[in-house]
């Protein structure tokens, strides 16, 4: 069944096969929101007298039936529908006749499909800042449990400075942070209700797009029916770039916890059940679920890129090319949920190295803490430096271990409850 055909012969199912790719399957994940926006719809129908209060009745039980079924997984669209727009429509037609075909009325396949996708993303969207949220609280708590344990700091690969798993973990809670940002603009761009648009020029019915935003709970209309149809790509990509932002702390955060497993560095560790072992070398711990993390994370990270060269030179209106960003987006927002879930799943069973600070090899880390000693002491910073330095080169220079980091977000002042406040006020 094609909502699109008038009459003519079908085209070849060689033909049918390209262009519906596969929509059904994707659709599957947007018919509860296609059979919500079909109930709003058909009130809106009833309010401007195109359905009596019998058909309207009718509709919305057959809808509500069918949503019964999408909730219980029983919801199927079979090969004879091109998406879930018609297998919907069918399903009503059979149900309750002609009244099922008045549904289409000041609709498009075009805003049916926005309108879905601005709820999907509504709903998406908040599920992530949700699993944010235990993470991010997950990472507060290690951050309080061991800011007394020092670790070094590095830069450029090399033993840097003092640090702590207090500052490391918290420095990612406050990563996710900036990452709400981008998820919150996102959302309150996919909180504009398109339905009305209909192919993206209006319609002559005088539809109350107001009535539909208010049952359908958005906070606001797409007014402009053209704007509702740039949307298109336009969501998609604003959606893209919070998920990766998401995933750029998540694959950093990956790559620091795979060094820090190492031998090398033997900072952190995890039980045994939740690593992996070789084939071969019976020793070893394998931080396989954060080198998956950090691999998953660095694909998404490239899903702005592939959203936009998508649709980069596509002018105003609809166009088919928009059929493919679904299958790049809707996978992406499951395998950011599913990295999310599981960095919050092993920090909760992470095992820290408290002596590992100790290690011969971190003395001059302490280096930084004698020259401002000197500082405090009245002697100018240059010189403070050439005096620690020549004593490390002439193999004379004895670190004292004692840090005492006061400043806002230093060792001594993580600023945690700070970060909590700031991260409450976002999400």
Same mark, same amino acid.
């Given at each position: ?62 809808? @509500? ?6 909730? @219980? ?69 290690? *951050? ?37 940002? %981008? ?59 919070? %998920? ?24 952190? *560790? ?17 931080? @396989? ?51 999310? +879930? ?16 100790? @290690? ?22 240059? +010189? ?17 271990? +004692? ?20 991260? +409450?006020?976002?999400?």
């Amino acid at each position: 069944m094609k909502l699109w055909n008038s009459g003519q012969q079908s085209t070849s199912d060689i033909i049918d096969q390209f262009t519906v790719g596969d929509d059904r399957i994707f659709d599957l994940q947007i018919a509860k929101y296609d059979l919500q926006a079909s109930k709003a719809h058909a009130k809106m129908l009833k309010n401007i007298d195109l359905l009596s209060d019998e058909e309207l009745e009718a509709l919305i039980n057959k809808l @509500d039936h069918l949503l019964e079924q999408v909730n @219980d997984d029983h919801f199927t669209i079979e090969a004879e529908f091109e998406d879930v727009h018609s297998k919907i429509e069918y399903e009503l037609t059979q149900t309750v006749g002609d009244t099922g075909k008045k549904i289409h009325a000041g609709r498009s396949r075009n805003d049916q499909v926005l309108v879905c996708l601005h709820m999907y993303v509504k709903d998406q969207i908040q599920e992530i800042k949700d699993l944010i949220n235990s993470l991010f609280y997950q990472l507060i708590k290690l *951050s309080e449990e061991h800011k007394e344990v020092l670790i070094p700091g590095y830069t450029h690969m090399q033993v840097a400075m003092p640090s702590s798993f207090g500052l490391w973990f918290g420095a990612y809670a406050e990563s996710l942070t900036d990452d709400l940002q %981008l998820l919150n603009a996102a959302y309150q761009i996919a909180d504009q209700n398109p339905l009305g648009s209909a192919a993206g020029y209006g319609n002559s019915l005088p539809l109350d797009r107001h009535m539909t935003t208010e049952l359908l709970g958005f906070s606001t209309l797409k007014y402009n029916s053209v704007a509702a149809q740039m949307s298109r790509g336009r969501l998609e990509k604003q959606t893209a770039m919070g %998920l990766s932002a998401v995933a750029g702390t998540l694959s950093k955060m990956a790559m620091d916890v795979c060094l820090y497993c190492s031998q090398n560095y033997n900072f952190l *560790s995890f039980p045994d059940e939740l690593t992996t072992g070789s084939s071969i070398m019976p020793h070893k711990k394998n931080p @396989d679920v954060f080198e998956l993390i950090r691999a998953k994370c660095n694909d998404i990270q490239s899903l702005p890129n592939q959203l936009t060269l998508v649709t980069n030179n596509l002018p105003s209106g609809y166009h088919r090319d928009y059929q493919l960003l679904k299958g790049k987006l809707f996978p992406a927002v499951e395998t950011l949920k599913s990295c999310l +879930e599981m960095s919050r799943f092993m920090f909760e069973h992470v095992q820290v190295n408290t002596n590992a600070i100790n @290690d011969e090899k971190y003395k001059y880390i302490f280096s930084v803490e004698s020259v401002n000693k000197n500082v405090q002491s009245g002697l100018p910073f240059r +010189e403070a430096y050439q005096e620690i330095a020549q004593r490390i080169s002439q193999n004379t220079f004895t670190p004292e271990k +004692e840090v005492k980091h006061t400043h806002e977000g230093s060792i001594g002042n993580l600023c945690n409850e700070q970060i909590k406040t700031k991260f +409450e006020r976002i999400f």
